[in-house]
Nanobody
Framework: QVQLVESGGGLVQAGGSLRLSCAAS????????MGWYRQAPGKQRELVAA???????NYADSVKGRFTISRDNAKNTVYLQMNSLKPEDTAVYYC??????????????WGQGTQVTVSS
């Protein structure tokens, strides 16, 4: 089983920055895509950003130019640098990762979520 632990959420004023981290642990043979999703109250969970094992990134239009996703493959960790935050970025942010365990079973795991609140 693969566990994801997120950190770095909090309260910030509009225009500020936060950096989220998500570390994966467990019997990981290969880590493929990693990403960040968010869910605001009353809304569906949406993709914020994703990154492949080769470093190809994909962003939601709403965060392009403000958020940057990166990863450290040696540490099985993914980061989300969030700049120029807006009140509409307020949500619970979830880390997601997929790949293969050491027994060559596919996995897709979610973190427990971390709250990001942006005040106006």
């Amino acid at each position: 089983q693969v566990q994801l632990v997120e950190s770095g959420g909090g309260l910030v004023q509009a225009g500020g920055s936060l950096r989220l981290s998500c570390a994966a642990s467990g019997s990981i043979f290969r880590m493929n895509a990693m990403g960040w999703y968010r869910q605001a109250p009353g809304k569906q969970r949406e993709l914020v950003a994703a990154i492949t094992s080769g470093g190809i990134t994909n962003y939601a239009d709403s965060v392009k130019g403000r958020f940057t996703i990166s990863r450290d493959n040696a540490k099985n960790t993914v980061y989300l640098q969030m700049n120029s935050l807006k009140p509409e970025d307020t949500a619970v942010y979830y880390c997601n990762a997929e790949g293969y365990t050491s027994s060559l079973r596919e996995f897709r795991s979610w973190g427990q979520g971390t709250q990001v609140t942006v005040s106006s």
